[in-house]
């Protein structure tokens, strides 16, 4: 159960001192506080963890500073979607929204190599409207004799070119705490000039401890990657872990799950699951083309894999991608081959929005049948078959 307080309720506040107090009478429950600082109002909300079903909601709701009682299923409590639940489904960053009902493109390259591809890159997105970027600096590979990204040496000019070119979010992967403390470091000593998006790949996704690190500061959004190998479900819980520490700016991200039963593509891919994360959820989801496909390969239309993929998650309500592009992919440290080139940026970001065109244009299809009177209800068979009469 949780207990919505009102608005901007300090904890030196008698009725909050009260409400604490009855509380702490309850036998068996263990409460937890969760405090969201908005920009302009701060929201508390108390958790009662244990068996509450004999504990009335309408008494709850009759205690001093209590606004609104949610009674939450036991899955996915922070972050689930409960029975009169309006939290929101959305969080805002840097100026921009990341919600489930808004899409954002972060393209860029999987790993930083060199200066300048990190310039073309970010000059490119100017260019093409685009305020969001991927960029790795901490790259956990498959073989530890692989390249493992620049690290800290690179964030500096990855930070400043990116105020250069306006970015305003990039998406980069952390694998440790102390990766997070280099780019709070670097951004300072850069002077602030674009936030980031904390990355936790596949291979981590149930790295409990990282989960609560990131979980703990609030400063940066984290997006979370399924595992690739364990179930939605899973990787779900892992989510409601990270975010249980206090961090409710999460996106979840869908990459595909690894299985020869994908083959030709590098992962199988999930994308059929971007609506059932956001019914379960509250969070806005993620899908990276790149690393579900893994290759520039082309249809006989001409359309790459690739775009045939992002379409499918995009259409389905995405709300946000990840893919990786270079200037000169064969010269890429990491991925080149899955790598879109820079001269297809146009044509991708043309194709998305194709893609969000059909699924905003299906949301409005679907909430005309769903407002109809149920027994007025022209379904598509009772079309199809006036049609036929006609
Ligand atoms: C990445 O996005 O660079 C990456 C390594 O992805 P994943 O963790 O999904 O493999
Ligand atoms: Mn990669």
């Not at 951004?187 to 149930?206: F, H």
């Not at 979840?252 to 799950?257: A, C, E, H, M, P």
């Not at 080149?336 to 969000?356: C, K, S, W, Y």
């Amino acid at each position: 159960m949780i207990l919505i307080l009102t608005p901007n309720i300090e904890p030196e506040n008698d009725s909050y001192k009260q409400l604490m107090a009855h509380l702490a009478r309850l036998q068996d429950i263990q409460l937890r506080v969760h405090r969201e600082h908005g920009t302009e109002q701060t929201l508390t909300e108390i958790y009662l963890i244990g068996n509450t079903s004999s504990i009335s909601a309408d008494d709850m709701k009759g205690l001093p500073g209590v606004e609104r009682v949610v009674r939450v299923s036991e899955e996915y409590r922070v972050l689930g979607r409960h029975r009169d639940d309006d939290r929101p489904s959305h969080f805002d960053y840097q100026g921009l929204r990341f919600g489930q009902g808004t899409l954002h493109v972060s393209a860029g390259l999987c790993a930083v190599d060199t200066m300048e591809h990190v310039e073309i890159m970010m000059r490119a997105l100017r260019d093409n409207g685009q305020v969001c970027t991927r960029m790795g600096a901490y790259k956990p590979r498959t073989s530890p004799y692989s390249f493992q990204g620049h690290g800290k040496n690179c964030l500096p000019y990855v930070f400043d070119l990116a105020g250069k070119y306006g970015i305003k979010v990039i998406a980069m992967e952390v694998t440790h705490e102390s990766h997070i403390d280099e780019i709070r470091e670097a951004l300072r000593r850069t002077g602030n000039p674009t936030g980031v998006m904390l990355q936790i790949g596949t291979r981590n996704t149930q790295n409990f401890e990282l989960l609560k690190i990131v979980g703990r500061q609030q400063e940066f959004p984290v997006l979370l990657k399924r595992g690739f190998g364990i179930t939605l479900s899973e990787s779900l819980h892992a989510a409601e872990y990270l975010a249980s520490e206090g961090n409710r700016k999460v996106v979840f991200g869908l990459r595909g799950v690894k299985t020869n039963m994908g083959d030709p593509h590098r992962n199988f891919l999930d994308f059929a699951h971007v609506p059932v994360v956001k019914r379960l959820t509250r969070m806005p989801v993620c899908i990276d083309p790149s690393h579900a496909v893994g290759s520039r390969s082309c249809g006989p239309e001409r359309i790459p894999d690739l775009m045939h993929a992002t379409a499918q998650g995009v259409i389905a309500g995405a709300n946000m991608v990840l893919v990786d592009f270079h200037p000169v992919p064969d010269r890429a440290l990491v991925d080149g081959p899955q790598a879109l080139l820079l001269e297809e940026l146009p044509h991708f970001l043309e194709d998305v929005r194709i893609a969000r065109e059909a699924f905003e244009k299906r949301v409005a299809l679907a909430e005309r049948y769903a407002s109809r009177d149920k027994t007025e209800a022209q379904t598509p068979v009772a079309i199809a078959v006036q049609n036929r009469e006609r």
